[in-house]
């Protein structure tokens, strides 16, 4: 008899599929349930961790500018549209900004968890009551073709680190889908995490208390819990490395012995060869070179390219060619 009430099939066909692969894979999508999405949190405040804080002062000192290159020249009404808002900590400073300039804008925060919406949308009419939000539940690339319809300038903001997650070829895939259906008086604030010093970035996915370990070991007790599996967090491990060759950190969990692990939602006992590896995710790390390059193979312009004193972190502006 089985104790599971309902199965996220999304998720039990990724993990089957996942698991054929050599090496076996998880994505890092699968990291944000409520426990991974704490956690996260935990990791934006930890000293190692400076993607954040960094994105955080760039938009704190460059705010005028950037919104400057955002808005249309004329007051016309425009849409600040952000794919995957979350908390919405460092999208309030450009908010407030553009408030107090008197800009004639809507906010549209969009996210295919509507939670996050509504709880994104209190805190909001809270601190910002004169601010316009109108909230879209949708994958992004529907979100903006439905977005494409109205009159007026879009700007898009795809904060944090986020473009760093995907594989180059889907990279590309991304960013054109996303500049499809746009016009070219249109923009885009895209956040690039920027190659530095290797040792400087590897602590930042692996830190001192373990808090980045505890993120990554989170996803095996999503599957003991989602899709009835019996992995012993005891017997995996975080491992983390960056390669400064490619520019990427590659995360993984690690099985530190020969382990048979069965998940009932699947019907299938997958085994684990001592020291064998899931890989969880990748994060890329770009050069001012490598962004202008992917902006062009996405049909897309360098407008703006901002970046903190230590050129840590990168926030661009981008439009599409005409």
Do not use: C
């Not at 004639?104 to 805190?123: K, M, Q, R, W």
């Not at 920027?194 to 208390?209: E, F, T, V």
């Amino acid at each position: 008899m089985s104790h599971l009430a309902t199965v996220d099939t999304e998720l039990a066909s990724h993990v089957a599929a996942g698991f054929q692969k050599t090496p076996k894979t998880l994505s890092s999508k699968y990291f944000y349930d409520d426990a991974g999405s704490e956690l996260f949190r935990q990791i934006m405040a930890l000293p190692e961790y400076y993607p954040t804080r960094t994105e955080f002062g760039l938009l704190t000192t460059h705010r005028a500018a950037i919104t400057a290159a955002l808005r249309p020249a004329t007051d016309e009404p425009f849409y600040l549209i952000e794919l995957g808002a979350g908390d919405g900590l460092k999208t309030k400073i450009l908010l407030r900004e553009l408030l107090e300039l008197g800009a004639n804008f809507s906010y549209v925060p969009v996210d295919i968890s509507s939670g996050a919406l509504e709880g994104l949308s209190a805190s909001l009419r809270t601190e910002l009551p004169s601010l316009r939000v109108e909230p879209v539940v949708a994958e992004y690339t529907a979100a903006l073709t439905l977005m494409a319809a109205r009159a007026g300038r879009k700007a898009v903001l795809f904060l944090g680190s986020n473009i760093g997650n995907f594989s180059p070829s889907d990279r590309r895939e991304f960013l054109r889908a996303l500049t499809q259906p746009l016009s070219p008086d249109d923009r885009l604030l895209i956040g690039f995490d920027l190659q530095k010093a290797p040792r400087l970035i590897r602590a930042a996915y692996d830190d001192a208390q373990g808090v980045t370990a505890a993120f990554n070991l989170n996803l095996l007790t999503r599957l003991n819990r989602e899709l009835g599996g019996n992995f012993d967090l005891a017997h995996w491990q975080h491992y983390t490395d960056y390669d400064p060759i490619v520019g990427v950190v590659r995360s993984f969990l690690v099985s530190t012995r020969a382990q048979q692990v069965h998940l009932e939602a699947l019907a299938q006992t997958v085994d684990f060869a001592a020291w064998e590896i899931i890989h969880t995710e990748n994060s890329y790390k770009f050069t001012r070179p490598l962004v202008t390059q992917l902006a062009t193979e996405a049909g897309l312009e360098v407008q703006n390219f901002f970046t903190d004193e230590q050129a840590y972190f990168a926030d661009v502006v981008l439009a599409p060619q005409a």
